[in-house]
């Protein structure tokens, strides 16, 4: 079994805690500090849990909530199991398939029939762009 981890961003318990219940609150007081996110940056810092997160930023906030790093993110053993042959060696789990074409099968098997001619005599704006270059002097 490999050993994966995860983590639990407690952003949210924290600043309710400090009686901040609108993400807005943050802005000022990040941006007092150096970081100048947008209202919805901030948002979505508050309400979901960071892929990426500066040290600055994860610095302000330790410092606005006066809290520890462990304070806002709770590290975590996430274990998957993978299967193993009988000699124990690892093998690494299948991937998934890839959808199809979301393209018609019909638009996929080649260029279509001609276009009927309207009563200019072309038959769309490409056979209009040519007869056009080709009447110039």
């Known amino acids: 079994m490999i050993k994966k981890m995860g983590y639990h961003w407690h952003l949210r318990q924290s600043v309710a805690t400090r009686l901040m219940f609108q993400t807005t609150d943050l802005v000022g007081p990040l941006a007092e500090r150096g970081i100048t996110l947008s209202r919805e940056q901030v948002f979505r810092l508050v309400t979901r849990p960071p892929q990426r997160l500066s040290m600055y930023t994860l610095a302000a906030l330790c410092d606005i909530l006066?809290?520890?790093?462990?304070?806002?993110?709770?590290?975590?053993?996430v274990n998957e199991e993978i299967r193993k042959t009988a000699d124990e060696a690892l093998v690494r789990p299948l991937p998934t398939a890839r959808p199809r074409s979301a393209v018609p099968k019909d638009y996929a098997q080649g260029p279509r029939a001609p276009a009927s001619r309207t009563a200019t005599g072309h038959s769309g704006p490409r056979d209009h762009r040519r007869h056009c270059l080709t009447a110039l002097p």
């Open 66 to 77: 006066d809290c520890q790093p462990g304070d806002l993110i709770d590290v975590r053993v």
